[in-house]
């Protein structure tokens, strides 16, 4: 009769304990908002969602004014012309604490595409501004990426070009890839982001005329990482 008394004192014991645990952890536990409905370019070419954020002229999407919500593209050989404007004020995520996968709530997401350009953006604190996924032929030019948490993320993909791209102030790498190959990387300004200017796992590329300067990886100061089992990698100094 002791032990059974005992044990159903230990039993409520643990449930008084468990709840008040739950009760505070819940009390402190902010969930992850819902994101805005993206607007989705469909692989017949029609655009979803956006209420008349980008214009349809063949196979060029244009925007017509700033935008916030993410834009996934379904749809292969076509161009995303920003037309100067931007995307712009994501929600608010919290995250503190928490392991933020790499590529987490892109602004421009592109995955098992071929043949895609993304031209003349302003990114400005987007928490990822454009990710690429398993896709070819990928031209990302003339856009300015600022603010953010990480500016592009790149993996599983090949014959893809970073041309001409101002990659600034953002808290983590200005440009990370993974696993890709062919990579053309040039003439970019990558500048002043709180980690590695370029994070290169991986990956067979060529990195040449590029400005890459003031970036604080780990308060190192690193311009370009090469991590992993790298080869055939090209990296020419700028000068000038």
Excluded at 171 to 194: E, P, Q
Aim: aromatic share 10%; with cysteine; hydrophobic share 35%.
């Amino acid at each position: 009769m002791i032990m059974k008394k005992t044990a159903l004192a230990s039993a409520l014991i643990f449930s008084i304990v468990s709840g008040i645990l739950f009760n505070l952890v819940y009390a402190n536990f902010t969930p992850l908002p819902e994101l805005p409905t993206p607007i989705y370019i469909r692989e017949d070419g029609t655009i979803e969602g956006g209420t008349g954020g980008l214009q349809r002229t063949g196979n060029t999407y244009t925007f017509v004014r700033d935008i916030n919500e993410t834009v996934e593209i379904q749809k292969d050989n076509v161009i995303i012309d920003g037309n100067g404007f931007a995307i712009t004020k994501p929600p608010e995520v919290n995250t503190d604490g928490l392991m933020t996968p790499t590529g987490w709530f892109p602004s421009i997401r592109i995955s098992n595409r071929d043949n895609v350009t993304i031209r003349n953006i302003k990114f400005d604190r987007c928490y990822t501004s454009i990710s690429v996924n398993n896709s070819s032929s990928i031209v990302i030019i003339q856009n300015l990426i600022r603010n953010g948490k990480s500016g592009i993320c790149m993996s599983s993909s090949v014959n893809c070009s970073l041309t001409a791209n101002e990659i600034v102030d953002n808290s983590y790498s200005g440009f990370a890839s993974s696993d890709s190959s062919f990579l053309d990387i040039a003439y970019n300004t990558i500048a002043r982001n709180g980690w590695h200017g370029a994070w290169i796992t991986i990956c067979y590329s060529n990195i040449y005329r590029n400005n890459i300067t003031n970036n604080r990886g780990s308060n190192d100061g690193i311009g370009v990482y090469c991590y992993g089992v790298n080869s055939n990698n090209c990296i020419l100094m700028y000068s000038g």
